[in-house]
């Protein structure tokens, strides 16, 4: 079914960070996974895909991950937290990314080998504090999706940056490579979102 700019919209408005959830609201496998393979359409620096996910559902690591969360408690009564990783070795996987795209007919074979060597050379070459901007911006275009397509399913979301990330990583023994961006809470609503305006569009454009 075609989604209509309408109901587009309708989303973007509808779609609040809620915090209070429904306990014990189990979202099928199934549901999870289309959510994110539709989520992962989005678009990515030279299509490098550096996001990774964690999806946490087990009651217990909940209540363990809730402690480096800053207390939070929709980390631990949301039916599951979709951690939201960044990898600083995403260029490795350019072959792959571009013989799918040859395989595909989406470019021809030299075309791909061209960006496979240029992926390599500009993102290997790139200092980690570079990769991380890149990478950091790239995983807020999909995780505004996996929020948006949430939203369409029925499911309420909240995005969570106030966590400890280095204790994220030690606990979920992440390698060296990857690094914990957002945490995302989704499940069912049991209290709606407090309301949130927004800056008048005039203070924030201008027209050259």
Known sequence: ???????????????????KYKEGVVIPHE????????AISAPSSSNMQP???????????????REIANNQEQVETSSAIIAVLGDLEMYKKAE???DANFEHGFMSREIADLMIKNSLALYGGLPEEVLSRLIHFDTGLVSMQIMLLAKD????TVPMGGFDKVKFAEKFNLPKNEIPILLIAIGEADAPAYGSSRLPLEQIIRYI
């Open 51 to 65: 996001w990774r996910f964690i999806v946490i559902e087990d009651q217990q690591v909940k209540k363990e991950l």
């Open 96 to 98: 792959q990314i571009y």
């Open 31 to 38: 549901k999870l996974h289309t959510l994110l393979q539709n």
């Open 1 to 19: 079914m075609k989604t209509t700019l309408k109901t587009i919209e309708q989303l973007m408005h509808e779609r609040n960070s809620v915090r």
């Open 153 to 156: 399913m029925g499911y309420d």
